[in-house]
């Protein structure tokens, strides 16, 4: 089955308000861009992310972020993006902050069909007896608060339930793929993507490098086509087009570090 998309703009087409979307990347390491971009120029609003970060100002889904066209977050990370946190503060933006192995897990239970699962992460905390500030009010009041979760103790130890997430679409990136959506994945962008793309009901993954099928053998693909439903082929200026959120410079170890 060819799942080859003429261009970003016909993949994300039917993304309506209000969907739920599960976006691969860390940091800025492997973001779907590309799609990201079309999706801003779709115009969906109302959107519901779930994504280990919201990208930065300006790049990535801080695009859509600083758009106003994301209403709710579930994620583990705010760094590096002023707007993310200023949103939240101000009770523009419900978030949801999970810690992060906990949120990758949640993901992959999802693709795999796994409900729920117990886990130690956060028994003790407020991430299992809830109460962590979902939605803040105008004044900095906490309008809406995390419910408290379900404890049990196994080999003497408590465990939280955490439930499995799937979303309306997934959009992830890759660094080979098939027509058949076959994908691999190159170094530090094998993050947060192949469990998104399993969360995904229909998972749009956009590609640096496209191959006929057979091309891949199969100890090479990372996630199977029967996860993904619609591919796009970067041109060359988009595939190389990678940014990163800190440049830093070791001169040497006399001089320091430079960020820049």
Same mark, same amino acid.
């Given at each position: 089955?060819?799942?080859?998309?003429?261009?970003?703009?016909?993949?994300?087409?039917?993304?309506?308000?209000?969907?739920?979307?599960?976006?691969?990347?860390?940091?800025?390491?492997?973001?779907?861009?590309?799609?990201?971009?079309?999706?801003?120029?779709?115009?969906?609003?109302?959107?519901?992310?779930?994504?280990?970060?919201?990208?930065?100002?300006?790049?990535?889904?801080?695009?859509?972020?600083?758009?106003?066209?994301?209403?709710?977050?579930?994620?583990?990370?705010?760094?590096?993006?002023?707007?993310?946190?200023?949103?939240?503060?101000?009770?523009?933006?419900?978030?949801?902050?999970?810690?992060?192995?906990?949120?990758?897990?949640?993901? =992959?239970? %999802?693709?795999? @069909?796994?409900? $729920?699962?117990?886990? +130690? *992460?956060?028994?003790?905390?407020?991430? !299992? #007896?809830?109460?962590?500030?979902? =939605?803040? %009010?105008?004044? @900095?009041?906490? $309008?809406?608060?995390? +419910? *408290?979760?379900?404890?049990?103790?196994? !080999? #003497?130890?408590?465990?939280?339930?955490?439930? %499995?997430?799937?979303?309306?679409? $997934?959009?992830?990136?890759?660094?080979?793929?098939?027509?058949?959506?076959?994908?691999?994945?190159?170094?530090?962008?094998?993050?947060?993507?192949?469990?998104? $793309?399993?969360?995904?009901?229909?998972?749009?993954?956009?590609?640096?490098?496209?191959?006929?099928?057979?091309?891949?053998?199969?100890?090479?693909?990372?996630?199977?086509?029967?996860?993904?439903?619609?591919?796009?082929?970067?041109?060359?200026?988009?595939?190389?087009?990678?940014?990163?959120?800190?440049?830093?410079?070791?001169?040497?170890?006399?001089?320091?570090?430079?960020?820049?």
């Amino acid at each position: 089955m060819d799942k080859v998309c003429a261009s970003a703009a016909e993949a994300v087409a039917d993304i309506p308000d209000g969907a739920s979307l599960a976006v691969g990347g860390f940091g800025l390491s492997g973001i779907p861009d590309t799609l990201i971009q079309a999706l801003h120029a779709q115009g969906a609003t109302g959107l519901r992310v779930v994504s280990n970060n919201c990208g930065v100002d300006g790049r990535g889904l801080g695009v859509l972020l600083a758009a106003g066209r994301i209403a709710r977050v579930t994620g583990s990370y705010v760094g590096e993006n002023k707007e993310f946190a200023r949103q939240y503060l101000s009770g523009e933006l419900e978030v949801e902050l999970v810690p992060q192995g906990t949120l990758a897990e949640r993901l =992959r239970a %999802g693709g795999a @069909g796994i409900p $729920a699962f117990y886990t +130690p *992460a956060g028994v003790g905390t407020q991430v !299992a #007896d809830g109460g962590l500030p979902w =939605r803040h %009010g105008a004044d @900095g009041s906490i $309008a809406v608060a995390s +419910p *408290a979760k379900e404890i049990r103790t196994f !080999a #003497d130890r408590r465990h939280v339930l955490e439930h %499995g997430i799937t979303t309306d679409f $997934a959009l992830v990136r890759a660094w080979r793929g098939d027509r058949n959506g076959n994908l691999v994945f190159r170094k530090s962008a094998a993050n947060f993507n192949p469990l998104a $793309a399993m969360a995904g009901r229909i998972t749009l993954a956009e590609v640096e490098e496209l191959v006929e099928p057979g091309e891949l053998t199969p100890d090479a693909v990372h996630l199977p086509g029967i996860y993904v439903q619609r591919v796009v082929q970067l041109t060359p200026t988009q595939a190389a087009d990678k940014q990163i959120e800190r440049l830093r410079i070791s001169a040497s170890p006399t001089r320091g570090t430079v960020s820049l």
